[in-house]
Structures are given as structure tokens and as C-alpha cells.
């Protein structure tokens, strides 16, 4: 009953940039935290970027200083903007959201489907 959906990955040159949103939707009481994790063939998912119900976030050293994640609480969206990508940028990103459903307590961690991202000339 909760969905959240990726966009905004494609092909794109390196220095160039891309604009990532993953909207939450479905049967939602309330969202805590949100971040951005990516994953290449062989490797595990990191967590590159996170943001707090009150827009304190973190980074992971290999994007900090060109990606910037935000959220619009309003509309239970996060966003990742993608700016200066390299090639070792390329992986499949997901969302991930905490969130409380109507009459429960705890929060769940839902994933989006993931979005593919190419960096290359």
C-alpha cells in the first residue's frame, strides 16, 4: 500500500548533471528519513546521501560537494541533484524512505525500483 516511484536517471556526459525524484505514495501517516543509495554489478548498496524530517542531511565522501539531496515534505518527495558526474557515478539508484502507515507505531523501510544512471562520453 506504499509506493515509491524513481525518475529522472538516463545517459548522461561527464561534468553533466541529472536530476533524480522518487515520490511516496500510497497509505502514508508520516515520513522520516529519506536517502539515496546506489549499487553496481558485484558491489553492495551505499548510501550516498540521507535527509532528515527536518532537512539535516549527510553525505558519503565520493558526493560530497557535487550532489545535493532535498525533500518537499508537502508532496513526500526526496530529490538528488547530480552535478560534475563521473563515469564511477554510473550504478542504479535507489530511494529509500522511512514511513509510518495510518494506526501503526513503527516505521518501515520502503524501496523504490531503482533508476539507471550512465555517466559516459
Known amino acids: 500500500q506504499v509506493q515509491l516511484v524513481e525518475s529522472g536517471g538516463g545517459l548522461v556526459q561527464p561534468g553533466g548533471s541529472l536530476r533524480l525524484s522518487c515520490a511516496a505514495s500510497?497509505?502514508?501517516?508520516?515520513?522520516?528519513?529519506m536517502g539515496w543509495y546506489r549499487q553496481t554489478p558485484g558491489k553492495q548498496r551505499e548510501l550516498i546521501a540521507g535527509i532528515t524530517r527536518t532537512s539535516s542531511t549527510n553525505y558519503a565522501d565520493s558526493v560530497k560537494g557535487r550532489f545535493t539531496i532535498s525533500r518537499d515534505n508537502a508532496k513526500n518527495t526526496v530529490y538528488l541533484q547530480m552535478n560534475g558526474l563521473k563515469p564511477e557515478d554510473s550504478a542504479v539508484y535507489y530511494c529509500?524512505?522511512?514511513?509510518?502507515?495510518?494506526?501503526?507505531?513503527?516505521?518501515?523501510?520502503?524501496w523504490g525500483q531503482g533508476t539507471q544512471v550512465t555517466v559516459s562520453s
Open positions: 529509500n524512505a522511512d514511513i509510518r502507515m495510518p494506526l501503526l507505531y513503527a516505521y518501515v523501510g520502503y
Open positions: 500510497g497509505s502514508i501517516a508520516s515520513i522520516d528519513d
